[in-house]
Nanobody, 121 residues
Framework: QVQLVESGGGLVQPGGSLRLSCAAS????????MDWYRQAPGKQRELVAA???????NYADSLKGRFTISRDNAKNTVYLQMNSLKPEDTAVYYC???????????????WGQGTQVTVSS
């Protein structure tokens, strides 16, 4: 059983910062990519940022320069540093991982339960 647990969401004023964390636990052999997605009310879920086990990153074009994804492989944890937050960043942020649970298993995809980020004055 694999779990992804996000934390760090909350209410922040425009221009503020938040740092999200997502810890993967359970029977994990290797985690390939760890990503952050978000879904605003009435909108489709969208990719925010992704990071490979080797540290290669990818960002949504509109978020480059404000958001930074990082990862601690020893802790199976991914982080999302969000700066200069805007009201349009309000959404539920989800952690997503592609991983294998044993040396011989196929990779599977897993989602966290989501954490709410609200940017409002």
């Amino acid at each position: 059983q694999v779990q992804l647990v996000e934390s760090g969401g909350g209410l922040v004023q425009p221009g503020g910062s938040l740092r999200l964390s997502c810890a993967a636990s359970g029977s994990i052999f290797r985690i390939n990519t760890m990503d952050w997605y978000r879904q605003a009310p009435g909108k489709q879920r969208e990719l925010v940022a992704a990071i490979t086990s080797g540290g290669n990153t990818n960002y949504a074009d509109s978020l480059k320069g404000r958001f930074t994804i990082s990862r601690d492989n020893a802790k199976n944890t991914v982080y999302l540093q969000m700066n200069s937050l805007k009201p349009e960043d309000t959404a539920v942020y989800y952690c997503y991982a592609v991983l294998s649970t044993s040396p011989r298993s196929y990779v599977g995809t897993y989602w966290g339960q989501g954490t709410q980020v609200t940017v409002s004055s």
